[in-house]
């Protein structure tokens, strides 16, 4: 296996992803409730859990988080951030290495979405020793549900392209 | 199932509502900034709206004549001229001065005293850049405090500050006398039932429209903004309290709060944490939680050769003495359980 | 998105999602004693700006003041607070939450008052 490609590929997706991130800023969200985004980087964590190793999807999910979270909301943010990232970077990758028979990618972004949402709140919760912010959880459960449907059809399609094309045969 | 719990609620809710309406008609409450803080009036009965109005007209109209926080106004003018002769003043400023004069001399000036104020302008405490002065400056400053210095012209309604940096501030007065003006124009508009909140003085005139006397928090010195300690019930009567909590700011350690000692030339630091004064006139309350500055013996005393004033004393250790005559007019609402009431004397 | 392209897996989960997300609301929303009203209300120089019940907040609300400061206030069912100001010494935000009827946060530079009103005020004012 091509090493320096393998890096190439790693770089590019951070990089990817981190744009998307920043993209994503711009777009207004419909409804003013903190933690409701499409969570379009989710795409790029999905690409890298279908063709890399668990190691490398770790990688690029926390330098996306901590670049992302220095340009944009602070360092304060990070763990909110982080800890959505990793759980939801972890459970997609169980689902999609154990059961894929059952969920399709849609179905795994959902799920990867609805972790997400949960650990950041779970975060949020201990961090403002409040549990108040539970009341959110009806409102980000089905918003994980309509966001993740968005990016997990993305990450469907371009994963069946890449797959096509063949563009990163040689690590599956 | 559904219909009942419904059913229920509406009914619940009617009878909710039907049980506010019972109760007196509805008072009119505003609310203006000036004097540098926020005043709140709640003012009962025909003609609330004209009399609540016309207090706020008279408070702005007097901020502006006694504030040295912006330009002009009777203040300014007697400031800028001291060391330079009398200038001529509203009557009113006249009358205020009088009145601060005949306060300070309660405690010979040592609670209280209007010409500090080139202090409170060097320390700067409750401004963007508090600070604390070296020794020299303080003395030097300290030179220029003596409230026997203001002269008054009564005739002529001029008044004049011999030495030239002398400053007036009426930050501890103003509040309190604008208070009992307030309540003469509730009373001229045959209001007999309202209460004025000139930033924390309290003046009540007559009790609450249902009769009961007025229920007056008085705030934890050390807990939230509008965290009780205690509420004393009053009628007729103005409460204003003095804290070491309103402004202040620490530096290396030390906390300075925004009122002075006006024998040392700096922020206080008695023992006492608050003091609360209840009397029938708001200036003489307003001036004399002053005492603040004099610690809990000296300012008892003083609270009682004065005599037609109750007090409230909190200590640096929590300790809540209260003057005899508010026995059963005041209660301990201390959720922290951090408090001890002690009946004083 | 075509319906073929789901496998059993994410139908499953789809709808039980939604089934839970609609009974936690619902439940959230049935614990709101009735009754027990808690409303925030927001002026400025003595004029009303918003009022809002806080006791039926399910998301939190926010209400910016863009004149003469930018500030933030931000409502939760039962709480509501100043989040930012541009004001020199933030008393407001310090301020923290309010919760309780006669609960009020101030900012006088901007001019802008919250205050709780409630039905069982246990006193009319505030010396302080």
Known sequence: MNKKKREAVIIILI??????????????????????????????????????????????????????????????????????????????????????????????????????NAAQLVVASVILRETVILYYLPVLLISAIITGLITGTISELTVKEIKKRGILSEFI | MKKIVLTLLILGLSVFSIGCNNGQSKPVESTDFALGTVIFQEVYGDNAQKASAQVSAKIKDLDALWTINSPGGDINKLNNNSGLGYVDLNPETIRVLQEARKISDLSGGAAFDITVAPLVKTWGIGTDNPQVPSTEVVKELLSLVNYRDVLIDEKTSSASLPR??????????????????????????GITSAFTNLGGNVVALGSRPDGNPWRIGIQNPRGENSELVGVVEVTDKAVVTSGDYQRYFIKD???????????TGYPIDSGLMSVTIIASS???????????????????DIVKNYGQAEAIFITNDKKIYVTPGLKGNFRLEDATHEYTYIQNG | MNIRTFKTGDIILIVSIAVIAVLFFAWSNYRVAPGAQLKAVITQDGKLIKSINL?????????????????????????????????????????????????????????VIITIVGDNEQIDTFSY
């Open chain 2, 282 to 300: 708001a200036t003489a309350a307003d001036g004399l939680a002053k005492v603040i500055v004099l610690g809990l013996d000296r300012g008892m």
């Open chain 2, 164 to 189: 030239k940096g002398q400053m007036v501030d009426l930050g501890g007065i103003a509040k309190g006398y604008i208070g009992d003006l307030a309540i003469g124009i509730y009373k001229k508009n």
């Open chain 3, 55 to 111: 006791s039926a907040l399910q998301a939190s609300e926010s209400v910016y003041i863009n004149e003469p400061l930018k500030q933030v206030i931000v409502a939760e069912k039962g709480r509501i607070r100043f989040i930012t100001s541009t004001c020199p010494n933030q008393t407001c935000v310090k301020t923290g939450w309010l919760t309780k009827p006669g609960d009020r946060a101030v900012c006088i530079p901007s001019k």
């Open chain 2, 253 to 263: 350690g030390k906390r300075y709060c925004h009122i002075f000692d006006p024998r």
């Open chain 1, 15 to 116: 990089c990817n992803a981190i744009l998307i991130s920043l993209l994503e800023l711009i777009i207004p969200v419909p409804i003013p409730i903190p933690g409701v985004k499409l969570g379009l980087a989710n795409i790029i964590t999905i690409i890298a859990i279908a063709f890399l190793d668990f190691k490398d999807v770790l990688t690029i999910v926390v330098l996306r988080c901590i670049v992302v979270g220095v340009l944009s909301k602070g360092i304060t943010a990070l763990p909110f951030s982080l800890s959505g990232g990793l759980l939801s970077a972890l459970v997609m990758w169980l689902v999609f290495k154990k059961m894929s028979k059952v969920f399709s990618i849609k179905g795994i972004s959902i799920i990867g979405a609805i972790t997400h």
